[in-house]
């Protein structure tokens, strides 16, 4: 089953970049996956259980550091070539 995964990160933190490029970088290692980035969220697409896993692993490093907030929207489609007009 496809998915998409729109996700939303806040490190409560003065230097809160760094964290954020960290997080995408390490979602960009992983094979099979698709992740398209933009000035408000970061989407990943791929099959079910191979998102959700690097989401949860990656998700998992990022509470490493005090205070990140996530908020991810999730639906059961491929939304990768839908066309935005």
Known sequence: MKTSVDISYYPLKVEFIPPIKAFIERLHSYQGL???TNGMSTQVFGEYFDVMNAITKEIHNAFE???????????????NHVVKE
């Open 65 to 79: 550091l005090p205070h990140s907030v996530f908020i991810l929207k999730i639906i059961n489609a491929d939304l």
């Open 34 to 36: 698709i992740v398209k």
